[in-house]
């Protein structure tokens, strides 16, 4: 099994930035994928950003220019950079990560239980 673990959630005001973590652990083999997902209430849960084994990476139009996202493999962690932050920001966002586990090396995707952004004055 995987655990996801996010931290770096919060109350900012619009305009402002925020930094979210997330730290992968257990019986790791390997992490290929890992991203964000956001699920506002009374919407359904979707992709803000993701990035690979490799470093690509790919964004929501509706965050492009505004949020990073990163990630530091001997750490096992993925981070969300978020500046320029909208009221339309405000959501629980989710890490998730495609990873297989030890001894199976089974590839499952797995998720944290979600961190609270809230962007209001």
């Known amino acids: 099994q995987v655990q996801l673990v996010e931290s770096g959630g919060g109350l900012v005001q619009p305009g402002g930035s925020l930094r979210l973590s997330c730290v992968a652990s257990?019986?790791?083999?390997?992490?290929?994928?890992m991203g964000w997902y956001r699920q506002a209430p009374g919407k359904q849960r979707e992709l803000v950003a993701a990035?690979?084994?490799?470093?690509?990476?790919n964004y929501a139009d509706a965050v492009k220019g505004r949020f990073t996202i990163s990630r530091d493999n001997a750490k096992n962690t993925v981070y969300l950079q978020m500046n320029s932050l909208k009221p339309e920001d405000t959501a629980v966002y989710y890490c998730?990560?495609?990873?297989?586990?030890?001894?199976?090396?089974?590839?499952?995707?797995?998720w944290g239980k979600g961190t609270l952004v809230t962007v209001s004055s």
């Open positions: 998730n990560a495609d990873a297989s586990t030890r001894p199976t090396f089974t590839r499952y995707d797995y």
């Open positions: 257990g019986s790791i083999s390997r992490i290929w994928g």
């Open positions: 990035i690979n084994s490799g470093g690509s990476t």
